[in-house]
């Protein structure tokens, strides 16, 4: 029986790290899209000095740094038991009724050759597994997770990265020119202007060849 529901416990917690995981990098990604959309923005319009320039230079990475270590890092290196998942089910499911619990328990007890279950029912230990794996099975295991704010990172991170992606091929002089004044250069972005000559009609003394 306890084939049955170790393995369902630990693909839920497989899921449940691939979560964190992708649910961090859009966090991330959507981070620093976003910072350099507004130091973009800032620099394009205010011409910013140097030092605050090389201030967001160094601030960008540092802050892709440490979200990378709070929200991908640090959540994939905690380590989740079979009870935690067992746990995690019973908060899911209430109509559970603590069954999940009691048997990772009681199967790990088993498996340790406990003193304590010396007296107990093997019997009915390996009933309790059974009834709990086919419980779970039936579960919709779905509702385990709640896909919508996954789904909201991994867009908000698709559009920044869209955001520059569009805007350096539709203005490749622009982009360069904020790259280099970010490395530290005297960069210039390009101005657009318009001259418009006009010239008086021609006469004896202007003649205008075209």
């Given at each position: 029986p306890n084939t049955i529901l170790r393995p369902l416990l630990q693909r839920q917690l497989r899921a449940l790290r691939g979560r964190y995981l992708r649910h961090g990098l859009g966090l991330v990604l959507a981070a620093l899209a976003g910072c350099v959309l507004l130091?973009?923005?800032l620099d394009r319009w205010l011409l910013l000095p140097l030092p605050i320039r090389l201030l967001h230079t160094a601030a960008a990475p540092a802050a892709a740094g440490f979200g990378f270590w709070r929200f991908v890092r640090y959540p994939l290196?905690?380590?989740?038991?079979?009870?935690?998942?067992?746990?995690?089910?019973?908060?899911?499911?209430?109509?559970?009724?603590?069954?999940?619990?009691?048997?990772?328990?009681?199967?790990a007890q088993r498996d340790a050759a406990d003193p304590a279950l010396r007296n107990q029912s093997q019997?009915?230990?390996?009933?309790?597994?059974?009834?709990?794996?086919?419980?779970?099975?039936?579960?919709?295991?779905?509702?385990?997770?709640?896909?919508?704010?996954?789904?909201?990172?991994?867009?908000?991170?698709?559009l920044g990265v869209l955001l520059l992606l569009v805007g350096a091929i539709a203005s490749p002089a622009?982009?360069?020119?904020?790259?280099?004044?970010?490395?530290?250069?005297?960069?210039?972005?390009?101005?657009?202007?318009?001259?418009?000559?006009?010239?008086?009609?021609?006469g004896p003394d202007l003649q205008i060849a075209t």
């Open positions: 130091f973009f923005a290196s905690r380590r989740f038991e079979e009870l935690d998942a067992a746990v995690w089910f019973e908060r899911a499911f209430p109509t559970l009724h603590q069954r999940v619990v009691s048997a990772v328990q009681l199967a019997a009915m230990i390996d009933q309790l597994l059974v009834e709990t794996a086919e419980a779970v099975q039936a579960l919709p295991l779905q509702n385990l997770f709640d896909p919508r704010p996954t789904r909201r990172t991994g867009a908000a991170a698709a622009v982009a360069k020119a904020f790259l280099l004044r970010h490395l530290g250069l005297d960069a210039e972005y390009p101005r657009e202007t318009s001259l418009f000559v006009e010239l008086p009609p021609a």
